[in-house]
């Protein structure tokens, strides 16, 4: 028993204690409330607080809330009530990007350093060598590029009007996943019972207009992610306005862009002038160009805004070149995780257009097996030849 | 009942359950919480449900959910049928509207499906929701306000508030995540494969005569065939069938002969790839190793 924690005389007693073991909780990535706090000490009436082992399986049962969560429990309870030392097995360990040295893409040289120093070993969209400061030391390409670019160089309006199209006709094409319920409808398969006895009333029992119900359809929502990393510069112009076009066809989609973290640029993207709301976008864009980790920010996603946007009648359309400075497995974990939710993901990647690809990087062979649809796309054409095979998806 | 008595209660109706389910469960007894259960399929999950309702003496309700999973199917429904024929017999009668309406939606023509059954019992029932994650997330959210109100509201007939209030288990397989909100209303315990002690518990309190000897080598075989790369792991329901195989075959020894090893492994793997996975050889090795 030598191992339970001694707290300072002056504290506040067993409530502000509990109060205290919720917020280390919170701090290493459980989600809890007030409420939690509550039903903690009162769990705690029920058993013997006074033994750490009831105690500890007591404060698991409320507190803990997934499978990861259940199995990190026990080592937080005995940072914290058995003074073990205070370790911190964060839930979120990976996103934090700004702590980290941003390591570059493996096809280093691709983005803005390169063009810079005007050496480019890999193709280059030419663009943005006006934004360099002209040093361009290859050393540039080991940061986060936080140089603005502005993107309004690379999509014009034209792009966005053209883009509107194709982005309309695909959401028209995703537009068909029934519902299993069953809504009232002119036309319909089943007899409304509800509507009928109630209609039936007023003519003596004679159910004379038969109201029927249907499986309505109901629309996919579209999550866009767009890697505008270094190595994907090339393509930047193709899919930004893609996405904006994707946004105007229809307003329920949500879409994001991310390089060495993840920005969301959906709000931006509504903006009902074309131009603006490209400009609006670069601001949030900052780093464009610069590295990529895919896999910390896929997780990222995962983890913060697909709770809330991403549930079962959604499509994930990620377009990436899958070059990415994480381990594989991030990628694979966060997909993973995703596909939970029970969304279709579909992987555009520019580069499987090259004659002989194959899908060697090795955070994109990871991500295959949850994949519903990997496709080529580096031209607009190619995003509207998708639409037959949306239709079976 | 503290949660050994629980504990102790449960092992005698035959559920050898871990400390950390065993807590759950009185937890979720003494604060009247519902009991969410996470883990992989054929783990017992379902069995705990069952178990507790023996363990307290009362009635088990089952809400299977599936995809579409609505109203008319989890809370009520009204008995069209039914309804149809007292009207045409009531105008027959030359009953008033009024009259029929009030006849035609009452208590005698309502169906109750689980969810309203299991809040109107006169003692409080275990009411089993299994299979959340299959029920899209409209069901979910209907059911947190069961869940928090324990009242159902009819149109018709009013709220209907309950007389008792449920012990509320919900299971899922984690085919899809389910809602921080309701997650939060839970109670939690994760339910994982038992470890040797406990899986051996269970063999024999489920199959009391099997020997000794060969329920160990049962129960070892079974183990070191989760650690294989198998698409479908064996889960306590299928240890529990391939013991009852084995002793329908009179067989004292795993080891003893390999074709009708092979054969009863039928009640273990269930999928074409893992059956293939498995060969003889490895039957044998694994067979070898639990001896």
């Excluded at chain 1, 039936?200 to 505008?228: F, H, I, N, W, Y």
């Amino acid at each position: 028993m030598s191992r339970v924690t001694k707290f300072a005389a002056r504290d506040a007693g067993p409530a502000a204690r509990m109060a205290g073991f919720m917020a280390h909780l919170r701090q290493n990535g459980l989600r809890l409330g007030v409420a939690e706090t509550e039903t903690a000490l009162a769990a705690l009436t029920q058993v013997n607080a006074a033994d750490p082992d009831q105690a500890r399986h007591a404060l698991k049962a409320v507190c803990a809330g997934n499978a990861e969560e259940a199995e990190q429990f026990d080592d937080l309870f005995n940072a914290f009530w058995l003074d073990a030392g205070r370790v911190r097995t964060r839930a979120v360990p990976k996103t934090d990007a700004a702590a980290k040295d941003h390591v570059h893409s493996s096809r280093d040289g691709a983005g803005e350093a390169a063009s810079g120093a005007g050496t480019a070993t890999a193709p280059d969209g030419g663009e943005g060598a006006a934004e360099s400061d002209g040093e361009g030391r290859l050393i540039a390409a080991r940061t986060a590029n936080l140089m603005k670019k502005d993107l309004r160089d690379l999509v014009r309006p034209e792009d966005i009007a053209e883009a509107e199209l194709v982005a309309r006709r695909l959401g028209l094409a995703l537009n068909h996943r029934r519902s299993r319920r069953r809504k009232a409808a002119l036309k319909g398969d089943r007899l409304h019972f509800r509507k009928l006895i109630r209609h039936s009333l007023s003519t003596g029992g004679e159910p004379l207009r038969l109201p029927m119900k249907q499986r309505p359809d109901r629309p996919l929502k579209v999550v866009a992610l767009c890697d505008v990393s270094g190595s994907m510069g090339l393509y930047a112009q193709v899919f930004l306005s893609f996405m904006a076009g994707l946004m105007r066809a229809d307003p329920a989609t949500d879409a994001y862009l991310f390089h060495t973290r993840l920005v969301r640029i959906a709000d931006a993207l509504r903006d009902p002038d074309p131009l603006r709301a490209v400009g609006r976008m670069s601001l949030l864009a900052e780093g464009f160009g610069g590295g990529s980790k895919i896999g910390a920010s896929l997780t990222q996603f995962a983890r913060s805004y697909a709770r809330r946007f991403v549930d079962g009648r959604t499509v994930v359309l990620i377009l990436s070149d899958g070059y990415d400075t994480d381990p594989p497995e991030d990628i694979a974990e966060a997909l993973a995780a995703l596909k939970k939710r029970g969304c279709k993901i579909i992987w555009l990647n520019p580069l499987k257009g090259w004659d002989g690809y194959e899908a060697v990087a090795r955070g994109m062979s990871a991500a295959l097996p949850y994949i519903d649809l990997f496709r080529p796309a580096n031209r607009l054409v190619d995003l509207a030849a998708l639409e037959p095979e949306l239709t079976r998806l | 009942m503290n949660w050994t008595d629980l504990q102790t209660a449960m092992a005698d109706t035959g559920y050898v359950a871990s400390d950390d389910l065993a807590m759950a469960a009185h937890l979720a007894l003494a604060l009247g919480r519902p009991l969410l259960l996470e883990g992989a399929a054929g783990v017992g999950k379902t069995e705990v449900a069952r178990v507790l309702s023996r363990v307290l003496d009362t009635r088990l309700i089952r809400l299977q959910c599936y995809e579409g999973l609505d109203a008319a199917q989890a809370i009520y429904e009204w008995n069209y049928q039914r309804q149809l024929l007292a009207i045409r017999a009531a105008a027959e009668d030359g009953q008033t509207g009024r009259e029929v309406e009030d006849r035609i939606f009452s208590e005698d023509y309502l169906l109750q499906r689980p969810l309203l059954q299991a809040i109107r019992q006169d003692t409080p029932p275990v009411l089993l929701i299994d299979e959340i994650d299959r029920a899209d997330e409209e069901f979910e959210a209907y059911l947190l306000e069961v869940l928090s109100d324990f009242q159902i509201t009819i149109p018709e007939l009013g709220t209907i508030t309950a007389t008792s209030r449920p012990v509320v288990i919900l299971t899922a397989n984690g085919t899809r995540d389910l809602s921080d909100a309701l997650r939060r209303r839970c109670l939690y315990a994760h339910v994982s494969y038992p470890d040797r002690q406990t899986e051996l518990a269970i063999l024999n309190a489920r199959c009391p005569d099997i020997e000794s000897a060969l329920a160990r080598q049962i129960v070892g075989f079974v183990q070191s065939l989760r650690k294989e790369d198998l698409e479908k792991k064996p889960g306590v329901a299928e240890m529990l069938d391939f013991a009852a195989a084995l002793s329908g075959l009179g067989i004292a020894d795993l080891t003893a002969d390999p074709v009708v090893l092979q054969a009863t492994l039928a009640t273990l793997l269930k999928t074409q790839t893992d059956r293939d996975n498995i060969t003889t050889e490895v039957a044998q090795r694994l067979a070898g190793k639990a001896a």
